[in-house]
T-cell receptor, first 114, second 113 residues
Framework: DGGITQSPKYLFRKEGQNVTLSCEQN?????MYWYRQDPGQGLRLIYY???????QKGDIAEGYSVSREKKESFPLTVTSAQKNPTAFYLC?????????????FGPGTRLTVT | QQQVKQSPQSLIVQKGGIPIINCAYE??????FPWYQQFPGKGPALLIA?????SEKKEGRFTISFNKSAKQFSLHIMDSQPGDSATYFC????????????FGTGTRLTVIP
């Protein structure tokens, strides 16, 4: 059963703490993406990765970091430098960045920072 | 700068009605226009997509209309059902050489029984 898994579904943290969101895919896709979703703002791209050990900043990368040590995994760290981290975070993948037009999304992680 | 503009922000229709969601874009390099459907607490799922070489595409009760000269496209849901209640996002991309998918801001659709 191929797909993208994100864990946990809900995450609560205190302000000032770093937190890492997990994203795993078994679709054998080369490209992976992280989006942030806020009410009324659609999906905004945080980071994307075309291949293992490579990643690029998206539109709102400040306060976030990523790694891509394995093809299947693309974890996102929300650092204490992110001024407004409470949001719904979505991970996606595509066969490659040349097929970025056809992305498959995970179920999302809702992060609440207080 | 919003690459894809979507309206309305929210929409309420009676069961059986035909909700219409509109999107507009400026970048003439875009050549692929997908629509995503998202249920609360879930990730978006690809619903239907169109290329600019056709003016309309139907899949079941969902139809995309495309107006290349106006740089606009819209989603129509025929015989809408309460189960269609979700947030719908339009998007745009270049089918070749692209590394990004540009999303509209979303339309929250409620279908009343």
């Amino acid at each position: 059963d191929g797909g993208i898994t994100q864990s946990p579904k809900y995450l609560f943290r205190k302000e000032g703490q770093n937190v890492t969101l997990s994203c795993e895919q078994n679709l054998n896709h080369d490209a992976m993406y992280w989006y942030r979703q806020d009410p009324g703002q659609g999906l905004r791209l945080i980071y994307y990765s075309q291949i293992v050990n490579d990643f690029q900043k998206g539109d709102i990368a400040e306060g976030y970091s990523v790694s891509r040590e394995k093809k299947e995994s693309f974890p996102l760290t929300v650092t204490s430098a992110q001024k407004n981290p409470t949001a719904f975070y979505l991970c996606a993948s595509s066969i490659s960045t040349s097929t970025a037009y056809e992305q498959y999304f995970g179920p999302g992680t809702r992060l609440t920072v207080t | 700068q919003q690459q894809v503009k979507q309206s309305p922000q929210s929409l309420i229709v009676q069961k059986g009605g035909i909700p219409i969601i509109n999107c507009a874009y400026e970048n003439t390099a875009f050549d692929y226009f997908p629509w995503y459907q998202q249920f609360p607490g879930k990730g978006p799922a690809l619903l239907i997509a169109i290329r600019p070489d056709v003016s309309e595409k139907k899949e079941g009760r969902f139809t995309i209309s495309f107006n290349k000269s106006a740089k606009q496209f819209s989603l129509h849901i025929m015989d809408s059902q309460p189960g269609d209640s979700a947030t719908y996002f339009c998007a745009a991309s270049k089918k070749t050489g692209a590394n990004n998918l540009f999303f509209g801001t979303g339309t929250r659709l409620t279908v009343i029984p």
